[in-house]
């Protein structure tokens, strides 16, 4: 086996954000949760209370449902699918925005309300109008707090997505109001994506500042419960200083071999393909208690602090939404990406629904001496005939890639711009950090290979989209004069120098690399940055005011700015100090 690195791996794959002393409770099991919540029920007073305990989807209720009924004391338990409308009407309610298609949705504009059944709610609020005496009643699930009357005590069951991508594909979890939990992962993720993360974002975001406890159910059976008021305050702490989410990895049909050991991953795994290390709608962000790792959705943050964290300027643009992500993309010792494109933004729009389209780049972090990729298309390439030669290709295994698009190579350090529209498909033997707006779900592959997913089932080619979406003036004399290592020098200094690497004039990223042995000092110019160490075994990062705590960041992690930690620094740190280090840190234009 190659070897990608000459030293032990530093890279930190649990990072985490310190609780203050003050907020320091976690409560740990469903003994000590149950306990804790009969308590704050019984400190409420006399009279029926509400405890309402709302949840994310994703919980497993065979689980957390049945925990609660044995150890809270109650007169009334409410389960919400016994008030929501049934399976065929919710079916046929989202049919438009869930579609036929195999990957793409309809963002749904609804609200929490659409799964429920009115007069079964009205129903309810009878029944328990009912209910006398010194009882608790708890009302339990998605929606919990639209069906219940009155909250006496809020608790969420928050869930993080990259967890509920895992319990759909071990058929462990299912879509809102519907029993699918035999079907396949990726139509419950596209209905999750288009649908129930939507509806269900809008609903917690209106929640979050009367949570009384949050609850985290990512790990089955090792529950933990903390205050709502210790996870807004870690929120609030949050943005005033560097952070890292909680990156994720996943294996593909085209993975590599170099994140196993840079990132220290599973060596028996077959392979990784994807590292994602800054996609906050689905990473988690890790809370430090003395006694429990807690763990939230990074999203949440977006959510609740979204002006501190993004700066005025980036969310009067794009609202409570991330708008930059990193990943990594490894296919050392594996195999090229699909032949693929990213739609207009006018087309996104009006397909699917969403505001924005992902641009992206291809920064190189490393490259076998044959690595390449594919970018454009080749001169007077004939339309017409690419999309026959496409379409056959579904009947006959085969495409001359070569024949219609650019093939470059590639070398470390090298960076690709990738306006959306363009054809594109990094190569094997090199690790890729892409750089892109978020909306990650829209690649329109136009040909993978021939080749079967790990599911060994062929993985969706969307060729009609793809033509819809093609630029096909970008060819080989455009992509060479606006796309290829567009590095321009901007300053330097006394130990450092900075250039800029792009992206395109068409995307609203921009990207500045920075080579240094000194100390080097930015602002976040009231919006939020986000940076890679490229090069350099460790950095530190600090305020030169002292608004923070130092920040050691290692190899190829991914670490956020807030917009309202304004100014930093960043200098090489430990066995990397007068060694010359990079980073790439991209913002908003």
């Not at 049934?86 to 036929?100: K, L």
């Not at 009609?464 to 200094?493: F, P």
Request: aromatic residues 12%; hydrophobic residues 35%; negative net charge.
């Amino acid at each position: 086996m190659t070897n990608y690195t000459t030293q032990k791996s530093t890279y930190d794959k649990f990072p985490f954000i310190e609780v203050a002393p003050i907020h320091d409770t976690c409560y740990c099991g469903w003994d000590a949760i149950n306990g804790q919540l009969n308590r704050s029920m019984c400190e409420l007073g006399k009279g029926l209370r509400y405890l309402v305990i709302d949840c994310y989807s994703g919980v497993i209720d065979s689980e957390v449902k049945t925990a609660l009924m044995q150890g809270v004391k109650h007169i009334k338990f409410v389960d919400t699918r016994d008030v929501m409308l049934s399976c065929e009407q919710i079916n046929a309610f989202f049919r438009d925005d869930v579609t036929d298609d195999e990957i793409f949705g309809y963002r749904t504009r609804y609200h929490i309300d659409a799964y429920f059944d009115p007069n079964r709610i009205k129903h309810l609020h009878s029944e328990l109008s009912g209910l006398d005496g010194d009882n608790v009643a708890v009302i339990y699930g998605v929606g919990a707090a639209y069906v219940a009357p009155r909250i006496d005590l809020l608790v969420y069951a928050d869930m993080a997505r990259w967890e509920i991508q895992m319990r759909y594909r071990r058929n462990e979890a299912w879509n809102v109001g519907v029993d699918n939990r035999d079907e396949r992962a990726s139509l419950k993720y596209k209905r999750g994506f288009f649908v129930d993360w939507r509806i269900l974002d809008r609903h917690k975001k209106r929640l979050i500042e009367k949570w009384d406890y949050v609850l985290d159910t990512n790990k089955q059976n090792a529950p933990k419960m903390t205050a709502g008021e210790a996870v807004r305050h870690t929120l609030k702490q949050a943005v005033c200083r560097p952070f890292r989410v909680v990156p994720f990895f996943d294996p593909g049909p085209w993975g590599g071999q170099w994140m196993k050991e840079v990132c220290d991953l599973d060596r028996e795994a077959i392979n990784f393909a994807w590292c994602f290390d800054c996609v906050p709608e689905e990473n988690s962000l890790l809370l430090k208690f003395s006694n429990a790792l807690f763990e939230i959705p990074s999203i949440d943050l977006v959510f609740y602090q979204p002006h501190q964290l993004l700066g005025e300027a980036v969310y009067g643009r794009f609202g409570d939404e991330f708008p930059i992500r990193f990943d990594f993309l490894d296919t050392m010792n594996g195999g090229n990406l699909s032949l693929q494109v990213h739609p207009l933004t006018e087309y996104i729009q009006e397909k699917f629904g969403m505001h924005y389209t992902q641009d992206e780049s291809y920064y190189i972090v490393d490259a076998e001496p044959d690595a390449f990729v594919y970018l454009g298309l080749k001169e007077n390439v004939d339309p017409d005939a690419m999309i026959n030669e496409l379409e056959k290709s579904l009947d006959i295994g085969t495409f001359d890639a070569e024949r219609h698009v650019g093939k470059y190579p590639v070398r470390k350090h090298d960076h690709f711009l990738i306006p959306a529209g363009t054809v594109h498909c990094s190569g094997k033997d090199s690790v890729v950090l892409e750089i892109s707006a978020t909306p990650n779900i829209f690649t329109f592959k136009l040909w993978d290979w021939g080749r079967l997913d790990l599911n060994g089932r062929p993985r969706p080619i969307n060729i009609e989209h793809g033509r819809n979406s093609i630029q096909w003036e970008r060819t080989e004399n455009w992509v060479r004069e606006n796309l290829l290592n567009k590095v321009k020098a901007i300053d330097s200094g006394d130990g450092w120098r900075e250039e800029s690497t792009g992206l395109h004039e068409r995307e609203f990223i921009e990207t500045r690399r920075f080579w240094f042995t000194k100390k080097t000092h930015h602002h976040t110019h009231n919006g939020v940055n986000v940076l890679n160490l490229i090069e350099g075994r460790e950095v530190i990062v600090e305020s030169p005011h002292d608004t923070f705590e130092p920040f050691v960041v290692h190899y190829a992690e991914t670490f956020i700015i807030p917009a309202c930690a304004r100014e930093y620094t960043i200098r090489p740190y430990g066995e990397a100090e007068g060694k010359e280090c990079g980073i790439i840190k991209a913002y908003v234009r």
